[in-house]
């Protein structure tokens, strides 16, 4: 476990890390009935107006969906309750804009539909981490981070905190300075040698706090000394007042992981709630892989 011994040190308000799965605050969105006037809409007798060949051509899309070794122009006509040439007209339509393709008298999805299949999936995997980093959040009461290595580069993926469990804030740019987070260092010691020492050529340590590791050697010498899937621990080196604490995560050849943080006088609670996240990861390491790709 790499921890580093500290002194007290005057905790300073650094600026806020983005939350890719806390989208801000919207406005209620406005429902249409129709037969009733849109808000938006001048006068009182404006209404919803359907396009009926959207209605079809989403019809023929949902048949085709459904019928994975394809199906016949007839076919879907007849299962739509569409006219034979009306059929023929949205069936063509659609194969010319990519959402379905034809083969041997066949239809079937295209490219345009499987990445809206595609985007759905992984909004849904996005979901499921939220929820889970959330339940944690409260379960532990610290704020949560999920992170992973990815084209040689850190990215946090996810950040679930509360107002009684604040994240810490951005002050240094987050992949520039992997070397002085615990996130960072724990990334880092999943990846081989010759890795490590390519993210440091593009990234070098460089002094964040008074308390930040002082060269890339003194780094590298860490990380090595770091035990596989053992708990990553940071004293103010990144920000003052603050101690973190990341779980490794290994699924392939991607390294994530999932940390926490808390101010530096609750230091006493980062290792005791470091291993109830480590405990709680094996119980879910199914979800959290299977979302990995987010």
């Not at 076919?75 to 949205?90: D, I």
């Not at 084209?151 to 070397?179: K, M, N, Q, Y």
Request: with cysteine.
């Amino acid at each position: 476990m790499a921890t580093v011994d500290t002194a007290p040190a005057e905790p300073h308000a650094p600026p806020s890390l983005p939350r890719p799965c806390a989208p801000p605050a919207q406005r209620a969105p406005t429902v249409t009935v129709p037969g009733r006037p849109h808000p938006g809409a001048a006068g009182s007798s404006a209404a919803v107006t359907l396009i009926g060949s959207v209605q079809r051509a989403m019809r023929l899309l949902e048949t085709v969906a459904a019928r994975p070794y394809g199906a016949p122009a007839k076919q879907l006509a007849r299962e739509t309750g569409l006219a034979l040439p009306t059929a023929y007209h949205l069936l063509r339509t659609l194969v010319h804009e990519g959402y379905l393709r034809r083969e041997k008298g066949l239809f079937f999805l295209g490219e345009a539909a499987e990445r809206l299949g595609s985007s759905g999936a992984q909004q849904k995997r996005r979901s499921t981490v939220a929820d889970t980093l959330a339940h944690w959040r409260d379960s532990i009461g610290v704020p949560m981070y999920y992170a992973a290595y990815r084209d040689g580069e850190i990215e946090v993926l996810c950040v679930s905190d509360s107002r009684e469990a604040p994240a810490v804030e951005e002050w240094a740019g987050f992949r520039e300075t992997g070397h002085a987070h615990a996130i960072g260092q724990c990334l880092l010691s999943q990846l081989d040698e010759d890795a490590r020492r390519d993210h440091l050529a593009r990234h070098p340590v460089q002094a964040i706090t008074p308390y930040t590791v002082r060269d890339n050697d003194a780094l590298l010498r860490r990380l090595a000394r770091t035990r596989r899937m053992e708990p990553v621990v940071e004293r103010q080196e990144y920000a003052l007042g603050t101690v973190c604490a990341a779980v490794p995560i290994t699924v392939g050849t991607t390294a994530a992981t999932v940390a926490i943080s808390l101010p530096a006088h609750q230091a006493d609670r980062l290792l005791p709630a470091a291993h109830r996240l480590q405990a709680e990861i094996g119980r879910h390491i199914g979800s959290l892989t299977l979302s990995i790709s987010i």
